[in-house]
């Protein structure tokens, strides 16, 4: 089992900056895909990035392309995602997961979540 805590999230006003940290505790970090997800009131929990267990392949939504960077670091079982020019529509409350093994794209594969932290963007 893997236990997740993320941090980082705040206020930030449009073209900003935030850097969000997940830390995880449990079986071996490395053997795990380690996702970010975000959700708002009354939408559906979507996918935002993610970062695979075994070469390192990142994926990452359309919306967020170009902008956000996932990355990894096993040594310190920490997951980051950098999150640059920050627009009003990426407010949200964000959560990392993790997976065994297999890159995944749907937040229905994630076994383990964390807690959530907020993303706040002013326009």
């Known amino acids: 089992q893997v236990q997740l805590v993320e941090s980082g999230g705040g206020l930030v006003q449009a073209g900003g900056s935030l850097r969000l940290s997940c830390a995880a505790s449990g079986r071996t970090f490395s053997y795990y895909t380690m996702g970010w997800f975000r959700q708002g009131s009354g939408k559906e929990r979507e996918f935002v990035a993610a970062?695979?267990?075994?070469?390192?392949?990142?994926e990452y939504a359309g919306s967020v392309k170009g902008r956000f960077t996932v990355s990894r670091d096993n040594a310190k079982n920490t997951v980051y995602l950098q999150m640059n020019s920050l627009k009003p529509e990426d407010a949200d409350v964000y959560y990392c997961?993790?997976?065994?093994?297999?890159?995944?794209?749907?937040?229905?594969?994630?076994?383990?979540w964390g807690q959530g932290t907020q993303v706040t963007v002013s326009s």
């Open positions: 997961a993790a997976r065994y093994r297999s890159m995944s794209t749907s937040p229905s594969d994630y076994a383990y």
């Open positions: 970062i695979s267990w075994h070469l390192g392949e990142e």
